[in-house]
């Protein structure tokens, strides 16, 4: 199993930027999906999670309104839209797979794991 995330990059406070994970090795329409980050110092953050099929999505408080968390099953692919980006959005940004839980924060949760793309928001 693979999962390539890639779109991060360097922006100003107030733009949007969209990240992409896409998936290998596994019947992705069986995986729901997450984003993580993690900011220098800081444990694992929950981001946001879609279910299987993409009718059902949970985002943390801090993200709502703000990112919009999508996936196509045809293309094996999620995708972050990250709106009024923050500088303390600046992280890692990690997507994840998991077969049995949806909507669950726990890191532990999930099976597998992208190798992260930097995110960096300047103020």
């Known amino acids: 199993v693979q999962l390539q995330a890639y779109g991060g990059g360097l922006v100003q406070a107030g733009d949007s930027l969209r990240l992409s994970c896409a998936a290998s090795?596994?019947?992705?329409?069986?995986?729901?999906l997450a984003w993580f980050r993690q900011a220098p110092g800081k444990e694992r953050e929950f981001v946001t999670t879609i279910s299987r099929s993409g009718g059902s999505t949970t985002y943390a408080d801090s993200m709502k309104g703000r990112f919009a968390i999508a996936r196509d099953n045809a293309k094996n692919t999620v995708y972050l839209q990250m709106n009024s980006l923050k500088p303390e959005d600046t992280a890692v940004y990690y997507c994840?797979?998991?077969?049995?839980?949806?909507?669950?924060?726990?890191?532990?949760?999930?099976?597998?794991w992208g190798q992260g793309t930097q995110v960096t928001v300047s103020s």
């Open positions: 090795g596994l019947t992705f329409s069986r995986y729901n």
């Open positions: 994840a797979t998991s077969q049995t839980y949806y909507g669950t924060r726990r890191a532990n949760d999930y099976d597998y």
